[in-house]
């Protein structure tokens, strides 16, 4: 079986935020990194989002670029990859703008999150919910299942905390960090990779691939070491 290549794709501020202490403040627009983000998704089969993220920005990214469509279509993908938003609560409202966006939608759960969810049944008509643990998202069924499915690239775009989880269970392969110029400080703004951190012993070491300068703007290519 040809084994499932995952990438992560997150940007940062040169002090290492993802998004400002107010997630909901608007941010500055960077086209390149913008466009960088839309070839990247266009190469993935499945895109992972945290549910966090999703609730703060209501819709999942999707492909527009005409020539990045095209191309998708040559190799025999859908026009848009599958998005798989990670929420172990199902604590997503129906009426959230992602349940309603021209995608196949996925979403990893927990069966805590379906028995609790007083919305479980509405969800169920507008994803496919996918119960992955009893009360913790076990992902080696999650990659087994992704196995099962056909699909070969995945892109985990963020938040932290889906990435953290990620990289704990060791299925982060690449990784593509944009920095952007700008610094948003605050002691409570998210970073690429949130969770409870990881002893030096046993933290990620990664090997950097490529560096891109645009403008302002750098783009990191790393590859995690195993
Ligand atoms: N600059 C960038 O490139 C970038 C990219 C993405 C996001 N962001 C920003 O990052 C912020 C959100 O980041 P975040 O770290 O707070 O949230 P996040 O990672 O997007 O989502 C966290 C939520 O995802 C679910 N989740 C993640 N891992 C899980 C696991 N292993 N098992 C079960 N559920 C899991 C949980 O959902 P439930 O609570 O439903 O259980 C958790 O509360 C937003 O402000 C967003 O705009 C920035």
Same mark, same amino acid.
């Given at each position: 079986?040809?084994?499932?290549?995952?990438?992560?794709?997150?940007?940062?501020?040169?002090?290492?935020?993802?998004?400002?202490?107010?997630?909901?403040?608007?941010?500055?627009?960077?086209?390149?990194?913008?466009?960088?983000?839309?070839y990247?998704?266009?190469?993935?089969?499945?895109?992972?989002?945290?549910?966090?993220?999703?609730?703060?920005?209501?819709?999942?990214?999707?492909?527009?670029?005409?020539?990045?469509?095209?191309?998708?279509?040559?190799?025999?993908?859908?026009? &848009?990859?599958?998005?798989?938003? @990670?929420? +172990?609560?199902?604590? $997503? #409202?129906?009426?959230? /703008?992602? %349940?309603?966006?021209?995608?196949?939608?996925?979403?990893?759960?927990?069966?805590?999150?379906?028995?609790?969810?007083?919305?479980?049944?509405?969800?169920?008509?507008?994803?496919?919910?996918?119960?992955?643990?009893?009360?913790?998202?076990?992902?080696?069924r999650?990659?087994?299942?992704?196995?099962?499915?056909?699909?070969?690239?995945?892109?985990?775009?963020?938040?932290?905390s889906?990435?953290?989880?990620?990289?704990?269970?060791?299925?982060?392969?690449?990784?593509?960090?944009?920095?952007?110029p700008?610094?948003?400080?605050? &002691?409570?703004?998210?970073?690429? @990779?949130? +969770?409870?951190?990881? $002893? #030096?012993?046993?933290? /990620?070491? %990664?090997?950097?691939?490529?560096?891109?300068?645009?403008?302002?703007e750098?783009?990191?290519?790393?590859?995690?070491?195993?």
């Open positions: 079986m040809k084994s499932i290549q995952t990438t992560v794709v997150l940007a940062m501020t040169a002090d290492g935020k993802i998004s400002p202490v107010d997630p909901r403040a608007p941010r500055g627009s960077y086209p390149v990194d913008l466009a960088h983000l839309e990247q998704v266009s190469l993935a089969d499945l895109v992972l989002v945290g549910a966090g993220t999703i609730r703060t920005e209501g819709t999942a990214f999707t492909i527009c670029n005409p020539e990045l469509l095209a191309a998708r279509k040559v190799r025999g993908q859908s026009p &848009q990859p599958i998005i798989c938003v @990670v929420s +172990g609560s199902l604590d $997503l #409202p129906p009426d959230l /703008p992602f %349940l309603s966006q021209d995608i196949e939608r996925w979403i990893f759960t927990t069966g805590t999150g379906l028995e609790r969810s007083s919305d479980a049944t509405t969800l169920h008509k507008l994803a496919e919910l996918i119960d992955l643990g009893d009360t913790n998202l076990d992902w080696d999650a990659y087994t299942l992704i196995a099962e499915r056909g699909i070969h690239n995945v892109v985990a775009l963020g938040g932290g889906l990435t953290a989880a990620l990289a704990k269970a060791g299925r982060i392969d690449d990784w593509w960090l944009t920095i952007w700008v610094i948003y400080g605050g &002691q409570h703004a998210p970073t690429p @990779v949130e +969770g409870e951190g990881f $002893l #030096p012993s046993a933290a /990620p070491h %990664l090997q950097l691939i490529e560096t891109r300068q645009v403008g302002s750098v783009f990191l290519h790393y590859r995690t070491l195993k």
